[in-house]
Nanobody
Framework: QVQLVESGGGLMQAGGSLRLSCAAS?????????MGWFRQAPGKEREFVAA????????YYADSAKGRFTISGDNAKNTVNLQMNNLKPEDTAVYYC?????????????????????WGQGIQVTVSS
């Protein structure tokens, strides 16, 4: 099973920036691979944040992330990053790195947790006001 390891979380004041990274334990060729981030605050359901497709570089963002967060990847290192700028207290959550690794390019909902087959352990991001 692929391992996803997050890093870069921590505490930051509102308006500050953090950069999350996620390293996958293996690289896959000949497949349609998407990696991204979900987050979950205590007492709330997991919500989609952002994702990127390795095959075409397409990116997807939640409305709450657009204009503030940027997802990028280093295909050679099998790593995905999330640059988080202008952080807000409502960004406080555990952030999970996710991966979808599909044999076929089919229609799917990138906002649905069940669309992703691999999940990291999660990393805490806390934004103080």
């Amino acid at each position: 099973q692929v391992q996803l390891v997050e890093s870069g979380g921590g505490l930051m004041q509102a308006g500050g920036s953090l950069r999350l990274s996620c390293a996958a334990s293996e690289r896959t060729y000949g497949r349609y691979v998407h990696m991204g981030w979900f987050r979950q605050a205590p007492g709330k359901e997991r919500e989609f944040v952002a994702a990127i497709g390795w095959n075409d570089g397409s990116t997807y963002y939640a409305d709450s992330a657009k204009g503030r967060f940027t997802i990028s990847g280093d295909n050679a290192k099998n790593t995905v990053n999330l640059q988080m700028n202008n952080l807000k207290p409502e960004d406080t959550a555990v952030y999970y790195c996710v991966m979808r690794n599909s044999l076929f390019n089919i229609h799917w909902d990138h906002r649905t947790p069940n669309a992703y087959s691999a999940w990291g352990q999660g990393i805490q991001v806390t934004v103080s006001s």
